[in-house]
C-alpha cells in the first residue's frame, strides 16, 4: 500500500467526521468573500454613484500607475540581484545572497514615515541645503516624497524580495549543462541571461511578481499617509464617511476583479509550460567569475537595496527611538502586550487549522477536500479592507440577532458579542493568513513518509492520535515557521485592525499609523521599530535555511 489515502485502517465515521470539519473550516471562511459578493448587488446605487461620477477613475488610475511602478521597480532589481547572487562569484555574494531579504522585515508604511521625516521639507536634508546654499521654498526642486511616485519607491523596497525570493530559487534549479551548451554555441554572458535563463525562470519571476503586485493593492498605510487615492483608501472612507457598506462592498467588489485578473495572469503565464529538471549539475556549481570593475559593480548593485531598505531607515528609527522620541511609558507596554497576545492567539487559531485542513487532504485528497483547502487559502490574496468588510457585516448581523433574542427573554442588552470584541479581528486574521500557515504545514506534511501513517494505524491508533503523536514532533520546525510568519503578518496587519478593533482597543501598527498621521513622526519610531525587530525573526529564520541548504549543496558537491 503506496498511501494512506485508500487504506482501510482509516475508519469511514471518523474520516468523515475530519471531512466535514475541513468543509466548514473552508464555509466559515469563505463567508468574508460571499458577503462582498452579495453587497455589491444591495443598496439604491446613490453613493456608489456619485463614486463614479467623482473619484472612481482617480482610484482606478492611481491603483493601475502605482501597480506598474512597483511592478518595473520590484523586477529591475529583484531579478538581477537573483542572478548575480546565484550565478556570479564576486566579493560579499555570500553575504548579499541572504540579506538582500532584510527589507521583508520592514512595513512599507513604516519606511514611507522614515523617509518622510528625513526627505519632507522640514526634514534634515532639505534643511542642509537651504542652510548651505541659501535658497528658499520654490528657489530648488528636491523630489517629493509625499506622492504617487514616492509610494511606488516605498513599495518597491520592501516588496522587492518576492521577486528576488522567486527568481533566485529558478536559477539555481537551471542546469549547467544547458547554459554550457548556449556558451559553445557563441552566446555571450548577456544573451545567455536574456535568452535563455531568463525565460527559463518565467514562470517563477511571474509568481514574485503577482505576490508583489497583491501585495501593493492590499497597501493602505502608505497611500494613506502619502494622501494618494486607491481602492483601499477608497473603501474605508466610503465606510466611515458615508456609511453606505453596500458603496463600500462595491468598491471593494471592482478591487477583487483586480485581484482575481492578477491571480489568472499568473496561472495563464504557467499555462501549457513544464520546465523540467534534467537531474543534472545545476548552474550554481559553476559560477561566472566577475573580477575588478564588474565584481565591484556587482557588489554596490546587490548592497544599494539592503542599504536604502533596510539599513538607513532601520537606523533612523533607532536613532529617534532612542535620542528624540518620548520615553515609553506603560501605555507603550500596554500596545506592546495588545499586539503580542492577539498576534499569539491568531497564530495558534490559524496552525490549528490549518493543521485539521492538510491532515484531511493527507487522508483523502478528494475533490471536496481539495476544494475546501482551496477556499480556506483564498483569503491572502484578499486585502485587509475587503476581508474586514465581509468580517463586520455578517458578524454585526449576527450580534444584533442575539441581541433581541435574549432582549425577548430576559429584558437585558448583553451587548455586541463578536463585531465589537477581538472575535472579529481574529476571525479576520484567520481568513487573511490561513494560506501562508497551509504552505508551511503541507510542505512538513509530504516530507513525512505515509509508511509512518500506516505504522500508527497499525498500533491501534486513530487518525487524530496518529497526528498528535507522529505528525505533530515531526513537524516542529513547520508548525514553528507557520507560527512565527503569520505572528508577524498580523503584528503588521494595519486595515483590517483599524477598521475591526474594539473601543479603545490599539495595536503597535494602529499607534504608529496614528502618530504618523498627527505628524509626530518621531514618537511613532519606538512602536515602528519593534515591529521591525519581531519581524527580523522569520527573515533570519528564511535566510539561514538558504544559506544551511546552499552550504549543505556545496558540502555535497566537494565530497
Not at 463614479?52 to 501597480?67: D, F, K, P, Q, R
Request: aromatic share 10%; hydrophobic share 55%.
Amino acid at each position: 500500500m503506496s498511501d494512506v489515502t485508500h487504506s482501510p485502517l482509516v475508519g469511514k465515521a471518523k474520516w468523515n467526521g475530519l471531512k466535514m470539519a475541513a468543509i466548514l473550516i473552508a464555509v466559515i471562511l469563505a463567508v468574508p468573500i460571499l458577503v462582498v459578493l452579495v453587497n455589491v448587488l444591495m443598496g439604491d446605487g446613490e453613493v456608489w454613484q456619485h463614486l463614479y461620477h467623482t473619484v472612481l477613475a482617480e482610484y482606478i488610475s492611481n491603483s493601475l500607475l502605482l501597480m506598474l511602478g512597483v511592478g518595473v521597480g520590484v523586477l529591475v532589481i529583484g531579478v538581477p540581484c537573483a542572478w548575480l547572487t546565484s550565478m556570479c562569484d564576486f566579493p560579499g555574494r555570500g553575504l548579499l545572497s541572504w540579506t538582500l531579504l532584510l527589507p521583508m522585515a520592514v512595513p512599507a508604511y513604516i519606511i514611507a514615515y522614515t523617509y518622510t521625516g528625513v526627505l519632507d521639507f522640514a526634514g534634515p536634508v532639505q534643511t542642509f541645503i537651504r542652510d548651505v546654499t541659501g535658497w528658499r521654498y520654490g528657489d530648488y526642486w528636491f523630489f517629493e516624497i509625499r506622492s504617487l511616485g514616492g509610494a511606488m519607491v516605498m513599495l518597491t523596497l520592501v516588496l522587492y524580495p518576492y521577486v528576488y525570493l522567486m527568481s533566485r530559487a529558478a536559477f539555481l534549479e537551471q542546469s549547467e549543462n544547458t547554459l554550457e551548451v548556449s556558451r559553445t554555441l557563441g552566446y555571450s554572458g548577456r544573451k545567455v541571461f536574456f535568452k535563455l535563463a531568463l525565460p527559463l525562470a518565467r514562470p517563477a519571476i511571474v509568481t514574485g511578481l503577482t505576490l508583489a503586485l497583491m501585495e501593493t493593492l492590499a497597501d493602505y498605510g502608505t497611500v494613506q499617509y502619502f494622501s494618494v487615492n486607491t481602492f483601499t483608501t477608497g473603501i474605508l472612507r466610503t465606510f466611515y464617511g458615508f456609511g453606505d457598506v453596500a458603496a463600500a462592498s462595491q468598491l471593494a467588489g471592482v478591487l477583487l476583479l483586480f485581484v482575481t485578473m492578477l491571480i489568472l495572469l499568473e496561472r495563464y503565464s504557467r499555462h501549457r509550460i513544464r520546465y523540467h529538471s534534467s537531474g543534472l549539475k545545476k548552474a550554481s556549481q559553476r559560477r561566472m567569475v566577475l573580477k575588478g570593475g564588474r565584481g565591484v559593480l556587482a557588489c554596490v548593485f546587490c548592497l544599494l537595496p539592503i542599504l536604502i531598505g533596510f539599513i538607513i531607515p532601520v537606523s533612523i528609527l533607532a536613532y529617534w527611538a532612542a535620542f528624540k522620541a518620548e520615553m515609553p511609558g506603560a501605555n507603550f507596554v500596554q500596545l506592546a502586550w495588545n499586539s503580542f497576545y492577539l498576534a499569539a492567539l491568531a497564530s495558534l487559531i490559524v496552525v490549528s487549522l490549518a493543521l485539521v485542513l492538510s491532515y484531511a487532504i493527507r487522508l483523502n485528497a478528494s475533490r471536496s477536500v481539495r476544494a475546501s483547502v482551496g477556499i480556506a487559502g483564498l483569503g491572502y490574496a484578499l486585502p485587509g479592507t475587503i476581508i474586514a468588510i465581509g468580517t463586520i457585516v455578517p458578524l454585526a448581523w449576527l450580534d444584533h440577532r442575539i441581541i433581541e433574542l435574549v432582549r425577548h427573554y430576559t429584558g437585558e442588552n448583553i451587548g455586541l458579542m463578536f463585531s465589537g470584541t477581538l472575535v472579529a479581528l481574529l476571525f479576520a486574521y484567520t481568513v487573511r493568513f490561513m494560506a501562508v500557515s497551509l504552505g508551511a504545514v503541507q510542505n512538513g506534511l509530504g516530507k513525512i513518509k505515509p509508511s509512518m501513517d500506516m505504522a500508527g494505524r497499525s498500533l491501534g491508533l486513530s487518525p487524530f492520535k496518529v497526528l498528535s503523536r507522529i505528525h505533530i514532533p515531526l513537524l516542529k520546525g513547520s508548525v514553528l515557521t507557520a507560527l512565527l510568519i503569520v505572528f508577524v503578518d498580523v503584528l503588521k496587519e494595519l486595515p483590517a485592525t483599524l477598521v475591526l478593533r474594539p473601543f479603545n482597543f490599539n495595536t503597535l501598527a494602529v499607534r504608529a499609523f496614528e502618530l504618523a498621521s498627527d505628524e509626530r513622526l518621531i514618537d511613532a519610531a519606538p512602536a515602528s521599530l519593534m515591529i521591525v525587530l519581531v519581524g527580523l525573526v522569520p527573515v533570519i529564520l528564511l535566510s539561514r535555511s538558504i544559506s544551511s541548504r546552499s552550504t549543505s549543496a556545496h558540502l555535497g558537491r566537494s565530497k
